[in-house]
């Protein structure tokens, strides 16, 4: 269970560091975040909230209540990434990626909370 729990988790906080750079710093990322609509402050805190993310949930003397509004924050983010890209009338290739993150999320979830 422990290996299962990490595994997701791991490649859920590389998924997110990975974003939270391209955010930062990818001009290509950073037109497409605001061709979606959003603000550039608005990329710079999804930014800095998925590199605290990242932190929470890979330390494991975070208690668990915040382990899990982290992974609350995560979930709400993803969804957010599926609408606008669907809005925007991106390719279906990002609805999937984010559909696969959203699986990883609930699996490292589930597990966090067997292992608990």
């Known amino acids: 269970m422990k290996t299962i729990y990490w595994t997701t988790t791991l490649i859920l906080g590389v998924f997110l560091i990975w974003s939270a750079y391209t955010y930062l710093f990818s001009k290509q990322t950073i037109i497409g ?36 509004w982290a992974y609350s924050g995560i979930g709400l983010f993803l969804v957010t990434a599926i609408v606008a890209h669907i809005a925007h009338k991106d390719s279906f290739l990002f609805t999937l990626i984010n559909i696969f993150l959203i699986m990883l999320l609930v699996i490292s979830n589930f597990y966090l909370n067997k292992i608990k």
């Open 33 to 68: 975040v605001r061709e979606l609509g959003f603000p550039d402050f608005f990329r710079v805190q999804l930014a800095i909230l998925k590199i605290i993310a990242v932190i929470i949930l890979l330390t494991p003397s975070i208690p668990f209540q915040v382990k899990q």
